[in-house]
């Protein structure tokens, strides 16, 4: 499973933690959607709301995804 995280992968390194999280699958991203799962940077919550519109299919219209990304996303 691909995911994101708010952790990064260079703090378990300064700290001399064990990493918890299989960095083999760790996409630097705001946020991650694979399959049924979806994952976001905790600065990412919009970007993660919108995703969760989709997979619930709440949007009315083809276009109004892109109607939400543009009026609600830092991007």
Known sequence: MKYTAA???QEYDEKNEEDPFPRDNYLEERMVRDNNI???KGNAFIDFALEIFEWFKLYDYEAEREE?????SPD
């Not at 939400?68 to 609600?72: G, L, N, Q, S």
């Open 7 to 9: 952790v990064e992968p």
């Open 38 to 40: 979806i994952t976001a």
């Open 68 to 72: 939400c990304k543009r009026m609600w």
